[in-house]
């Protein structure tokens, strides 16, 4: 019988700046038999690695565990990468200083993703805000890989100051097939782009209402004031789909750790329709 809670050995790849406070990290299965080259992540029975929205726990011996949403393509099998703050916690900070070719482990992909079957067809706006972005980048990555199966696609991202933006080379391939929408709080010099809430932005959005879906995950404060986007747009609450960040610990909706209300995020989501969670992000 399969043990679900077995950590497995991953080693560090590639290490990238995207931040002051926030690195991607590549990760990698350890080589097998040196006849095996490297190992691959395994798929599931839709030819994904992980499901969009879905998380993982990353560990290191001696610092615990803590809950990251991929970031890469869920079609690619040869690496995983997540996005990392620091945040001074004992495994983001211990990541922090930790250089290629260190091993740490790996168990997951948990919970529930976004609705990916259901997606299709449809115009899609998905919105996220500061650290939040791996699992929408994650979902722009499998929509580009089948772009034809999908309507409009608009992604609205925001952040405090212009460096708090992340992945932006991925970001600069994605508005040659999508329509991106960035916007900071606090501009620099240098910033040429849109200033202010994200919520300010909803005009520049032409989307059929009656076959729109949306997702988004980032702060809960942004979460709510995303009313002022969606709703106006005419878009149901059934068809949008909020990832809730939340601390994880078993991933299995064992330990109650991550209960809000009556549903586990691990469990349950971390990916919910809008009306489940709405007021409820804490």
């Not at 998905?126 to 034809?148: D, W, Y």
């Not at 520049?204 to 004031?225: F, Q, S, V």
């Not at 009313?227 to 299995?252: T, V, W, Y």
Request: contains cysteine; proline residues 6%; glycine residues 10%.
């Amino acid at each position: 019988m399969e043990n679900i809670y077995l950590p497995e050995k991953v080693k560090i790849a590639k290490i990238e700046t995207h931040s002051p406070d926030v690195k991607l990290f590549r990760l990698q299965k350890t080589r097998g038999p040196a006849n095996y080259g490297v190992k691959k992540f395994a798929k599931n029975k839709d030819g994904l690695v992980f499901n969009p929205g879905q998380f993982v726990l990353v560990g290191i011996w001696g610092y615990g565990e803590a809950p990251f949403g991929p970031a890469s393509s869920p079609e690619k099998n040869s690496y995983m990468e997540i996005l990392v703050r620091n945040t001074g916690g004992n495994v983001t900070n211990k990541l922090h200083n930790l250089k290629e070719g260190a091993e740490i482990t790996l168990r997951g992909p948990y919970g529930n993703g976004f609705p990916l079957q259901f997606f299709e067809g449809k115009d899609l706006v998905l919105v996220t805000g500061g650290c939040g972005i791996p699992p929408i980048a994650s979902l722009i990555e499998h929509i580009l890989k089948h772009r034809k199966k999908f309507g409009r696609v608009y992604l609205i991202y925001g952040a405090k100051t212009p460096q708090d933006l992340l992945l932006k080379n991925r970001i600069a391939q994605w508005e040659k097939q999508i329509k991106v929408i960035l916007t900071v709080d606090k501009p620099t010099p240098e910033w040429k782009g849109r200033v202010g809430m994200v919520s300010e932005f909803v005009k520049e959005i032409e989307i059929d209402a009656t076959n729109a879906c949306a997702a988004m995950c980032g702060p809960g404060p942004m979460m709510t004031a995303l009313e002022k986007i969606l709703r106006p747009l005419g878009i149901s609450d059934r068809r949008i789909f909020a990832n809730m960040e939340r601390k994880m610990q078993c991933g299995i909706g064992k330990c109650q750790h991550c209960l809000t209300g009556d549903k586990y995020v691990c469990l349950d989501g971390p990916v919910f329709y809008f009306d489940e969670i709405d007021k409820n992000w804490d």
